[in-house]
């Protein structure tokens, strides 16, 4: 591969280096021949490649088919990541391998297929989803890790100021209502579900889940799995959960008119009912609900906290760079309301050995807490339009996901690029 420069995207060898070493691959030359007899075993590789994931926290690994290679690239804390190239002679090997560990086909891939694998390492014990994919280039093969492990599942883990962890506490103490998480895919939404569950089941309470699929067991807590190819649905479900006696209920996701009245009718009968929504804020489930068909009466009796999260990377302890703010980002946070200090923290381009080269490492919840007061429930009793429900609640105190996130940036915990997205939350100025 003489048209290095034609990769869009550097490469960041440091994430994979067991994986690369036992591939018998230069750090310098990727390109270099490298015989199949040099390599070890396929399974030392195999094992080598999960290594590097899980000491990066890697959530995905994609094995994506070019014109004269492979190329490695791994998901980190929301972000794709080119690791490595592997040439085609041996990567063809090396998927056949991969297939195997999940019952799959070693052959060509026909049509999409995808299959489980368990991988132990220590006294954790791995679950791999391994998904495989024609594409024009070749067969793609991707995998999806799931560390129970790493699952951070205690309130105080998530990243809620002490206030908002305040309101979480409060409603904890006085449970009853509908309580929503809302937030886009990929948000965090069920580790603050999974967080919670972490308290309720503390208490002398008989608490069940339904979720689809369950990726984390909890001790003490009865969770069942949805199929809907059996149509053994979210409704249906919750209707037999019904019948076993629980105090609360987690309820995986309110995603159309039958699973909203589902839910409406669990919380009306006094049940506590955990969910998550899509909507793009706290207010914005009140609109949520009332598209799915329920009452704003039924909304403003049950409703009772909605918490809003986004994800966002936080920067490296060990190589973090304090720089000043350039012209144009000042113009903008201007256009935005927003005073720039004169210097914000940054990642280091490169990185450190400490953070895989990236600059980056974990990630933290940036959070709206809304618990609904006697003022709120009537205001959305009037049925009020969205804006008008939203500029009430800011002017009666609540932050957006804007104000949360400025506070991340401004103490060095992240970067103005990683908030950026979030500026749709800037809480209008006077
Ligand atoms: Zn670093």
């Known amino acids: 591969m003489k048209d290095q420069e034609k990769r869009p995207r550097p490469l960041k060898s440091s994430l994979?280096?067991?994986?690369?070493?036992?591939?018998?691959?230069?750090?310098?030359?990727?390109?270099?021949?490298?015989s199949l007899e040099d390599v070890e075993g396929l399974d030392t590789i195999y094992h080598a490649l999960l290594e590097d994931a899980?000491?990066?926290?890697?959530s995905d690994l994609h094995l994506d088919p070019g014109a004269e290679?492979?190329?490695?690239?791994?998901?980190?804390?929301?972000?794709?990541?080119?690791?490595?190239?592997?040439?085609?002679?041996l990567s063809e090997r090396m998927l056949n391998h991969f297939k195997v560990q999940a019952q799959l086909d070693p052959g060509p891939v026909i049509r999409p297929s995808e299959g489980w694998a368990e991988y132990q390492l220590d006294e954790r014990k791995i679950h791999l989803r391994i998904s495989c994919m024609p594409t024009v280039s070749g067969d793609k093969l991707s995998i999806r890790i799931f560390d129970a492990g790493r699952i951070r599942a205690?309130?105080?883990?998530?990243?809620?100021?002490a206030k908002q962890s305040n309101l979480i506490q409060e409603w904890l103490g006085n449970i009853q209502g509908l309580f929503l998480v809302v937030g886009a895919v990929g948000s965090g939404k069920s580790t603050t579900l999974y967080a919670l569950l972490n308290q309720l089941r503390k208490q002398t309470r008989s608490v069940v889940s339904i979720e689809d699929p369950v990726e984390y067991r909890i001790e003490g807590v009865n969770q069942v799995q949805v199929s809907p190819e059996t149509d053994f649905d979210?409704?249906?479900?919750?209707?037999?959960?019904?019948?076993?006696?629980?105090?609360?209920?987690?309820?995986?996701?309110?995603r159309d008119p039958l699973s909203a009245a589902a839910a409406v009718d669990a919380a009306a009968t006094g049940k506590?009912?955990?969910?998550?929504?899509?909507?793009?804020?706290?207010?914005?489930?009140?609109?949520?609900?009332?598209?799915?068909?329920?009452?704003?009466?039924?909304?403003?009796?049950?409703l009772e906290t909605?918490?809003?999260?986004?994800?966002?990377?936080?920067?490296?302890?060990?190589?973090?760079?304090?720089?000043?703010?350039?012209?144009?980002?000042?113009?903008?946070?201007?256009?935005?309301?927003?005073?720039?200090?004169?210097?914000?923290?940054?990642?280091?381009?490169?990185?450190?050995?400490?953070?895989?080269?990236?600059?980056?490492?974990?990630?933290?919840?940036?959070?709206?807490?809304?618990?609904?007061r006697e003022k709120e429930k009537a205001l959305i009793i009037e049925h009020p339009a969205e804006q008008v429900l939203r500029q009430q609640v800011r002017d009666w105190g609540l932050p957006s996901l804007f104000d949360a996130a400025w506070n991340l940036l401004t103490s060095g915990t992240t970067s103005l690029d990683e908030i950026r997205p979030l500026c749709g939350f800037v809480a209008k100025e006077e």
């Open 16 to 34: 994979a280096p067991r994986f690369q070493k036992k591939l018998g691959l230069r750090e310098k030359d990727p390109s270099s021949d490298t």
């Open 154 to 161: 205690e309130m105080t883990e998530l990243g809620m100021n």
């Open 69 to 89: 290679d492979f190329c490695l690239r791994m998901r980190v804390d929301g972000a794709l990541h080119d690791a490595v190239l592997i040439p085609k002679t």
């Open 306 to 372: 909605v918490v809003s999260q986004r994800l966002v990377r936080t920067l490296c302890d060990d190589c973090k760079k304090e720089v000043p703010v350039s012209d144009h980002d000042k113009a903008w946070l201007k256009s935005i309301g927003r005073k720039a200090p004169k210097t914000l923290y940054a990642a280091a381009p490169e990185g450190c050995g400490n953070c895989g080269g990236i600059g980056y490492r974990g990630r933290t919840g940036v959070f709206e807490v809304w618990r609904l």
């Open 54 to 58: 899980i000491a990066v926290s890697a």
């Open 234 to 254: 979210f409704p249906q479900a919750l209707r037999s959960v019904m019948r076993l006696d629980p105090d609360d209920i987690m309820f995986g996701e309110i």
């Open 272 to 302: 506590v009912l955990l969910s998550t929504l899509h909507s793009r804020d706290a207010v914005g489930a009140v609109m949520s609900l009332r598209n799915y068909g329920v009452k704003d009466h039924e909304i403003a009796a049950l």
